[in-house]
């Protein structure tokens, strides 16, 4: 995916690259299942579930998902579980996923977080993962983060998870 790219694999080019000075690499991020093949794709990154992974690949990672924000928009949410009239003051960053996700929409999460009737401050929505998360980062709201994909900015301090017993 797009995110994947962006945030997962361009990060660890350099020393790919160090170690590797003589592979040619071309990136080619999209959503899209590609035909490895009949593309002439010599490796593919795919986000997929376990069942469906293809013969012959190689599991790199799983993940978990979180609530996420910076330390100024979460405040004391970095510290204390959320009660439900704390999402009214909040921006909701909404990752549009053309091939949806129960884990990645928030419906799900205010539902758990016993806060599904509360409207939210505001909602942004994204149709790339690496653009939500990049909002989140610049302190535009709270997004549902992945796990391996945000894992730099949360050992930066750049983002805190929400303090939730959930995390899927």
């Known amino acids: 995916t797009i995110g994947i790219a962006a945030l997962w694999l361009v990060p660890r080019l350099s020393r790919f690259l160090a170690e590797h000075p003589e592979v040619d690499v071309r990136i080619s991020a999209n959503n899209r299942l590609v035909d490895i093949e009949r593309e002439g794709i010599d490796l593919a990154l795919r986000y997929v579930l376990p069942e469906a992974r293809p013969a012959g690949s190689h599991y790199l990672f799983g993940e978990e998902i979180f609530p996420l924000g910076t330390p100024d928009v979460l405040g004391e949410l970095a510290t204390r579980p959320p009660r439900a009239d704390d999402f009214a003051r909040l921006t909701l960053l909404n990752y ?28 942004l929505h994204f149709n790339h993962y690496d653009q ?3 909002a989140a ?26 303090a939730s017993p959930y995390r899927h």
Request: aromatic share 6%.
């Open 96 to 123: 549009d996923d053309p091939n949806p996700d129960l884990w990645l929409d928030w419906a799900m999460w205010l539902k758990k977080l016993d806060a599904a009737d509360v409207q939210p401050k505001a909602i």
């Open 132 to 134: 939500l998360i990049a």
């Open 137 to 162: 980062a610049a302190g535009q709201g709270v997004a549902l983060g992945r796990s391996v994909l945000v894992a730099d900015l949360l050992a930066g301090g750049r983002l805190l998870p929400l």
